[in-house]
C-alpha cells in the first residue's frame, strides 16, 4: 500500500482545493479585523492546525498528539534536572523522535533491504506515514537543540503547541527555528505590506502548484508510471526529465509560497525557501538556493556537528556524502533516494575539490551548464518509482534511432508550462532590480493576473509532492 | 503609501483580465444549456461532480454522514450495486410498488458509481449497523466483496476524513456553480487552447429520504436524468448488435461465497438481479453467456432468488450502459412484478425488524 494513499485515498484537502480556500481567506480576514486578544487568536490558529491535520486522518493527529506531548514534557525536564542528566535526556528525546520517524517511514524500506541481503522473508507492516511528520521531527529536534544550547528561551505550552502545530509551515515547511519564530508568537504586528504581499505570494504559489505544476504532472506521470498512450521517443525522456525539474520547483516552491504567503495574512512571517535554483552557479549554490531551510537545518544539525569543513579536505568530503546521503534518505524510504543524495554529495565535493565553484568567467558559465544538467539528471532518480525504472528511463534517454528525435505534442505542451517555473524565477530575480517606487504596482498587476489565471485555466487535482515526506 | 501602487496595479490588471476572459472569451449562454438550480439541501445533494475527481456518495452512505443513517436504518428493501442499479431503479416507486394495504415497504438505493460491487453496498449496511432487512443485488458485476477503486478508498478513510472529502466537492461544485455564467475556463490540450464553460463537470443530485438520483446534468448536454436526453439508445439493440440477447428468465443465481458470507453475517436476504445493458467490450458476449450459465433452475445452497428484467423497451442515456430516467421506472415496474409472479422472500416483517431492535 503506498503511503500516499494508505490514509484516507487519493483526494484530501490541501492548500489550493477551493474548500480550503473558502476557508482560510474569511478566517484569515477575521483574525486580522476582529479585535481579538492575541493569545485567544493563537489558540484559534492552533485548534485550526489541528483541524487541518485531522482532515488527513486521525492517525496523523494522534501520532503528532503523542510526539509533540513527549518533546515538550522532555523540554519541560532538561530544564529542571542538572547539565549531565539534561544531555542524556536531550539525546533519548532525539532518539525518540527519530525512532518514531523511522518506523512510520523506514520500516518497511529496512524490511525489504534485510530480505535482500540476508535472504530472510521478514514481512511489511502495514503502516501509513503520519503527514508532515518528516518536517515536525525537524522542528522538534532542532528545538531541543537550541533549548540546550541554551540559543532559545523554554516556551510555554501555548508558544510551543503553536510553534509546532502552526499549518502554514506544519506539512511540508518551511522549516522555520524556534529563534525565528518565537519573537513574533504574543505580539500583534499590523505590518503594512503583509496583505498585498501575503495576496501576491498566494496567488503565484497557487499559480505555480496548481497551473504549472499539475498541468506538467498530468502530462509526464503516465511516462514516469510506464502507462503512456505512446512510445515516447529518447528526445522525450530527455524532456521529462527537465520537465520533471520544472515540476516539482513549480511544486515546492508554490507549495512554501502559498504557505509564506498565509502566514503573511495572518501576520506572521516564514523564512523563504527558494531562491531561484535554476539561476545556481553550481551545487553548492543550488543547495543554497534549492529548500533552503532544509539545506540550512541539515548544515546546522548535521553536517556542523560532524565537523563541517573544519577538519581536513578528507574529512570535509565525508561529511558532505554523510549530510547528502541522509538528506536523500530523509526525502523517501528508497535507494533511489539515496542515489540521488548520493550524486548531489559527489558533485558538491567534486567542485570543492577542483575549485569550481569559484572560478569566473567561461569555467562558471560551463559549471553552470554541468550543475543544471546533473541536477536534471539526478532528478531521474528521485522521481523513478523504483531503481530499475530509474535505469530504464535513462537508457531509453539514449535511443539515437530516427524515431528517437521526435517530440511528442503532449511534451511540448509541457514544455509551455515549464516555462511557467523559468519565467517564475526570472520574474522574482528581475522585479528586485525594478526602482523601488515601481515594485509595489508591478505586485499588485502580478498578483491579479496570476489569481485570473489561477480562476479560469484548468488545473489538475493533485497532491503536493513534499506532502509525501 | 507606496502599497496604494499596489492596490492600483492590482484592480487595474484585475479588471481589464476579468473583463477580457469575460467578454471576449466566454461560451455564448445561447450555446450551452443553462446551469442546474442549487439543490435544496433539506431534499436532495450533489452526489457527484466528476470535475471534483471523486464522488460523495461513497463517503456519505459509508460513513453515515449528515445523519443519512436515519432514513438507511428506515428502509426494509436495499437496491446495491453499480451506477446500473443507480440509475436504473427507483427506491421510491419499488417502495410503492412493493407495499400492500396495511404493510409499507420502504426502500433505499444504495447503488454507487464507479463501477461499485453489491459487496460494498452490504459494508454501508454492516457500518451504520443495520441487519435483518432485505436487498436486491445487482448480479452482473463483480459479485466480490468489494472492487479496488472508490470503495476500499472510502472505507479507509475516517468520519473527519469523509466530511472534509465531501465538503470538498460541494465547495469546487459551488464555485463552478456560481462562477460559471461570468467566466470561461480554459484548457491547454495537445491540439491547443480550448475554451468551455466554467461549470464543466457532469453533476448528479440523490435525495435523502430514498438514494434515488433526482438530478443528472452534463455542461454540453444539460440536464439529462430523469428528463429527456440529447440521445437515447434502445439498450436491447445496442446489446444485439454485441451478441446479446438479454433472454435470461428468472430462477436461482449462483452467488459468489464472500457475498453470502457478508449476506449472512447481517441477516440480509438477498435478491439479484441484472439491469440489461450493452457493454462496449469485446468480451461481452463471453461475459454474458458467464452469467447465463450462473442461472439454475432449482436453489441449492450457494444460489440466490433471481429476478429477471427484460430488456425491450428500455432505452439509455449513455449508449447502452445506464437507463433514462423513463426507462427507470420501467426496469422498476418489471423488478416488482416480477417479485409478484417468483417466491423471492424480498419484504421482511417490519415489526420483526423493530421488536429486535435492529
Redesign the interface.
Known amino acids: 500500500m503506498g503511503a500516499a494513499?494508505?490514509?484516507?485515498?487519493?483526494?484530501?484537502?490541501t492548500y489550493v482545493?477551493?474548500?480550503f480556500l473558502?476557508l482560510f481567506l474569511p478566517f484569515a480576514a477575521i483574525l486580522r479585523c476582529a479585535i481579538i486578544p492575541v493569545r485567544l487568536r493563537e489558540w484559534v490558529i492552533i485548534a485550526a492546525s489541528l483541524i487541518f491535520l485531522?482532515?488527513?486522518?486521525?492517525v496523523s493527529l494522534l501520532v503528532f498528539l503523542g510526539v509533540i506531548a513527549v518533546n515538550f514534557a522532555a523540554t519541560i525536564g532538561m530544564e529542571r534536572v542538572g547539565e549531565r542528566a539534561s544531555r542524556y535526556l536531550l539525546a533519548a528525546t532525539i532518539a525518540g523522535d527519530f525512532l518514531a520517524l523511522g518506523y512510520f517511514k523506514y520500516f518497511n524500506f529496512f524490511v525489504d533491504s534485510f530480505n535482500g541481503v540476508a535472504r530472510t522473508t521478514l514481512v511489511h507492516q502495514d503502516l501509513a506515514l503520519p503527514l508532515a511528520i518528516s518536517f515536525y521531527t525537524f522542528h522538534l529536534v532542532s528545538y531541543l537543540i537550541d533549548l540546550q544550547g541554551r540559543r532559545v528561551r523554554r516556551a510555554g505550552v501555548r508558544e510551543y503547541l503553536f510553534y509546532v502545530t502552526y499549518f502554514p509551515h506544519l506539512v511540508a515547511g518551511p522549516i522555520v527555528r524556534a529563534w525565528q519564530f518565537f519573537p513574533q508568537i504574543g505580539e500583534r504586528r499590523g505590518i503594512?505590506?503583509d496583505l498585498?504581499l501575503g495576496?501576491y505570494q498566494v496567488a503565484s504559489g497557487i499559480f505555480l502548484k496548481s497551473i504549472v505544476a499539475d498541468?506538467i504532472a498530468q502530462l509526464i506521470d503516465p511516462i514516469w508510471d510506464g502507462t503512456a498512450t505512446f512510445v515516447p521517443s529518447g528526445v522525450d525522456h530527455l524532456a521529462v526529465a527537465a520537465l520533471y525539474y520544472c515540476q516539482i520547483y513549480a511544486d515546492f516552491a508554490g507549495y512554501s509560497l502559498i504557505a509564506i504567503g498565509m502566514s503573511r495574512l495572518l501576520g506572521y512571517r516564514l523564512p523563504p525557501n527558494f531562491r531561484q535554483p535554476m539561476f545556481a552557479s553550481s551545487l553548492q549554490d543550488f543547495w543554497r538556493r534549492w529548500n533552503v531551510t532544509l539545506s540550512r537545518w541539515l548544515r546546522d544539525y548535521l553536517y556542523r556537528p560532524l565537523g563541517g569543513n573544519r577538519a581536513g579536505r578528507w574529512r570535509t568530503g565525508v561529511n558532505i556524502m554523510a549530510t547528502m546521503l541522509l538528506g536523500g534518505l530523509w526525502h523517501g524510504a528508497g535507494w533511489t533516494f539515496v542515489i540521488w543524495g548520493a550524486m548531489h554529495g559527489a558533485g558538491i565535493v567534486s567542485e570543492r575539490i577542483l575549485g569550481l565553484n569559484r572560478r569566473r568567467g567561461v569555467v562558471r558559465a560551463g559549471w553552470f551548464l554541468a550543475t543544471q544538467l546533473w541536477v536534471t539528471f539526478a532528478w531521474i532518480f528521485f522521481r523513478a518509482p523504483d531503481l530499475h525504472r530509474a535505469l530504464t528511463f535513462i537508457s531509453a534517454m539514449a535511443d539515437r534511432s530516427p524515431s528517437g528525435f521526435v517530440i511528442h505534442?503532449?511534451i511540448?505542451?509541457g514544455a509551455?508550462?515549464g516555462l511557467g517555473a523559468l519565467v517564475h524565477q526570472a520574474y522574482e530575480r528581475g522585479i528586485v532590480r525594478l526602482p523601488?517606487?515601481?515594485i509595489?504596482?508591478?505586485?499588485?498587476?502580478t498578483?491579479?493576473?496570476a489569481?485570473?489565471a489561477d480562476?479560469?485555466?484548468?488545473a489538475p487535482?493533485k497532491v503536493f509532492i513534499y506532502f509525501k515526506f | 503609501m507606496i502599497w496604494r501602487t499596489y492596490w492600483l496595479g492590482f484592480s487595474t490588471c484585475a479588471l481589464t483580465a476579468l473583463i477580457f476572459v469575460g467578454r471576449f472569451t466566454a461560451v455564448p449562454p445561447t450555446q450551452r444549456p443553462p446551469r442546474p438550480d442549487l439543490p435544496t439541501l433539506s431534499r436532495s445533494f450533489p452526489s457527484e461532480y466528476s470535475a471534483a475527481g471523486s464522488d460523495a456518495a461513497h463517503d456519505i452512505f459509508l460513513h453515515g454522514l449528515f445523519n443519512i443513517g436515519t432514513p438507511l436504518r428506515r428502509a426494509d428493501v436495499f437496491l446495491i450495486g453499480s451506477s446500473h442499479i443507480e440509475f436504473g431503479l427507483s427506491a421510491a416507486e419499488l417502495g410503492f410498488l412493493l407495499s400492500r394495504p396495511g404493510h409499507e415497504v420502504r426502500a433505499y438505493n444504495l447503488g454507487l458509481g464507479c463501477g461499485e460491487s453489491a459487496g460494498f453496498g452490504l459494508e454501508i449496511l454492516a457500518k451504520n449497523r443495520i441487519s435483518g432487512r432485505s436487498a436486491i443485488a445487482e448480479a452482473g458485476m463483480l459479485n466480490a466483496a468489494a472492487t479496488p477503486i472508490c470503495g476500499p478508498e472510502s472505507a479507509r478513510r475516517d468520519v473527519v476524513q469523509a466530511y472534509a472529502s465531501v465538503l470538498r466537492i460541494w465547495a469546487k461544485y459551488l464555485s463552478d456553480w456560481a462562477l460559471d455564467p461570468v467566466l470561461p475556463r480554459f484548457v491547454f490540450a495537445e491540439d491547443g487552447v480550448h475554451v468551455q464553460r466554467f461549470l464543466y463537470g457532469m453533476l448528479i443530485e440523490r435525495e435523502w429520504k430514498t438514494g434515488d438520483v433526482v438530478l443528472g446534468w452534463h455542461p454540453v448536454e444539460g440536464t439529462f436524468y430523469p428528463g429527456q436526453p440529447m440521445r437515447e439508445t434502445e439498450v436491447a439493440t445496442a446489446s444485439k448488435e454485441r451478441g446479446v440477447d438479454w433472454k435470461i428468465d428468472g430462477g436461482q443465481i449462483t452467488v459468489s461465497g464472500p457475498l453470502l458470507q457478508q449476506a449472512a453475517a447481517l441477516t440480509t436476504n438477498l435478491t439479484m438481479t441484472f439491469l440489461p445493458w450493452a457493454r462496449p467490450m469485446s468480451s461481452f458476449e463471453g461475459w454474458y453467456r458467464a452469467q447465463f450459465a450462473r442461472i439454475q433452475k432449482d436453489p441449492l445452497e450457494r444460489t440466490r432468488c433471481f429476478v429477471a428484467i427484460a430488456a425491450d423497451g428500455l432505452l439509455s442515456w449513455d449508449g447502452g450502459n445506464h437507463l433514462t430516467g423513463k426507462s427507470r421506472a420501467l426496469a422498476t415496474k418489471r423488478l416488482a412484478a416480477g417479485f409478484q409472479a417468483r417466491p423471492c422472500d424480498i419484504v421482511p416483517d417490519r415489526a420483526k425488524i423493530f421488536e429486535e431492535g435492529h
Request: aromatic share 8%; glycine share 14%.
Open positions: 494513499a494508505a490514509e484516507g485515498g487519493r483526494f484530501r484537502v482545493d477551493t474548500l473558502a485531522a482532515s488527513w486522518g486521525h503594512q505590506s498585498p495576496l498541468n505534442p503532449a511540448r505542451l509551455g508550462f523601488r517606487r515601481w509595489p504596482g508591478a505586485l499588485g498587476a498578483t491579479a493576473l489569481g485570473v480562476l479560469v485555466i484548468l487535482s
